[in-house]
């Protein structure tokens, strides 16, 4: 099959970077131009839509594409990278926090809403990646970013652990929502585990692992 021109639909394994995908395809299979349509975070799995030769051109209007994710985020403990990625820095009681006030927090959350993104995220602040200042504990200050929530479900609950389904515009932070979410409990939330099931009309049922791909367009 000739690759030029071909969109491959990733789904990316736990603790891959979304350069490690794209880096594995362009040395496995011999390219120069290839690209992703949106980054998926290391402790993330889920689609990634990669873009091989004629179609880099098309990735940006990938981008601009509504996102499905699915996970979990965890009541009554936060992080400074709002994920597993960094230690716990508090933990609170969540006894008294009701199924009620949890769909209604979602609520609140839902819709067109200001959208503050992590310290530990690869915007640019003054030239420099904002992780890169917050891993040196320097103070950075990220503007708050307007973003729709089309859909905010909680699928399920079991104690302090909340599964979630979550349909949203580009620029949504998924780590943000566990946090704001942790905040209109006055609890606290952090992302505990995320899948990104599709993005636009692709669907993480189409996708392989990178493996997949490298096997079925190897280069002798």
Not at 70 to 93: A, C, H, N, R
Request: aromatic share 10%.
């Amino acid at each position: 099959m000739e690759l030029d021109g071909q969109l491959i639909l990733v789904d990316k394994a736990l603790e891959w970077t979304s350069f490690d995908v794209v880096n594995k395809l362009r040395y496995a299979l011999k390219v120069k131009k290839i690209g992703h349509a949106g980054t998926l975070d290391p402790l993330a799995t889920g689609l990634l839509l990669v873009g091989v030769g004629k179609y880099t051109k098309k990735l940006g209007e990938l981008q601009g594409l509504d996102k499905t994710y699915e996970g979990e985020f965890e009541i009554g403990k936060t992080t400074p990278s709002f994920d597993l990625e960094t230690e716990f820095d508090s933990e609170t009681d969540v006894s008294h926090i009701t199924e009620d006030q949890m769909h209604s927090a979602a609520k609140q959350l839902s819709g067109d809403i200001e959208q503050t993104p992590p310290t530990y995220s690869a915007i640019r602040v003054g030239g420099e990646r904002a992780y890169k200042a917050a891993r040196e504990k320097r103070d950075i200050k990220l503007q708050p970013r307007s973003v729709t929530i089309h859909e905010f479900a909680i699928t399920g609950i079991e104690g302090s652990v909340v599964a979630f389904r979550i349909r949203c515009s580009k620029g949504t932070y998924i780590r943000s929502m566990a946090s704001d979410f942790g905040k209109e409990l006055g609890v606290g939330a952090y992302l505990k585990r995320l899948r990104r099931t599709s993005v636009g009309d692709y669907h993480v049922k189409d996708a392989f692992p990178v493996e997949y791909w490298v096997d079925k367009f190897k280069v002798s």
